[in-house]
């Protein structure tokens, strides 16, 4: 696997850990962006198409992070992003789900069962995602002032402002991308 390391690495892929985070928003010039998917695995088990929820009530790392650095905060969401696979979805307290939360105890990522249409018509099934759009949105940057230590209120407060921007962009343009006006944005 040594190929495929090297190959995400050299796109520009690396972990998100905090040494690295800290190394990549340090170095001196401009374009040195971090983009990371808050939600990780557990926002991937609760994935399925027609559903808009996102991970992030409880996830506040990166905003202490940002603190630190003064670095924006911008709030990204991709409409579609869910109907591209099908997942079989283990129910909370089933057998399924308990073997997940293990396995991502253990390891660090939860392997999730999906599946998509074949190769070469997209009513089998296969692995290759179904041919349905995927819009990403970008929102306006929230300043973020550098503070060496932020109190927790600090975080809160962009973090509550984090939440408030992906809310109002998700409802700016989800009519716009196949949504209806009653479709909701959940906040888990």
């Given at each position: ?15 998100v850990r905090r040494d690295t985070i800290d190394y990549i928003l340090s170095k001196n010039g401009t374009g040195n962006a971090v983009v990371i998917v808050i939600g990780g ?104 002032p550098k503070m060496e230590q932020p109190t927790q209120k600090d975080v809160d407060l962009y973090h509550g402002m984090y939440l408030t921007s992906l809310q109002k962009l ?19």
């Amino acid at each position: 696997m040594p190929f495929v390391r090297e190959y995400l690495i050299s796109a520009g892929i690396c972990p998100v850990r905090r040494d690295t985070i800290d190394y990549i928003l340090s170095k001196n010039g401009t374009g040195n962006a971090v983009v990371i998917v808050i939600g990780g695995t557990a926002e991937c088990l609760d994935c399925q198409p027609g559903k808009n929820s996102v991970t992030l009530k409880q996830r506040k790392g990166f905003v202490k992070i940002a603190l630190q650095h003064g670095a924006n905060l911008v709030p990204v969401y991709s409409f579609g992003e869910n109907n591209a696979y099908k997942q079989i979805e283990f129910d909370e307290g089933s057998w399924g789900r308990w073997l997940q939360r293990k396995f991502q105890k253990r390891i660090g990522f939860a392997p999730c069962l999906f599946y998509g249409c074949g190769f070469f018509f997209t009513d089998s099934w296969g692995f290759v995602p179904y041919p349905i759009p995927i819009t990403t949105v970008v929102g306006e940057p929230i300043a973020v002032p550098k503070m060496e230590q932020p109190t927790q209120k600090d975080v809160d407060l962009y973090h509550g402002m984090y939440l408030t921007s992906l809310q109002k962009l998700f409802d700016k343009y989800k009519t716009e991308f196949g949504l209806s006006e009653s479709d909701e944005l959940e906040i888990v």
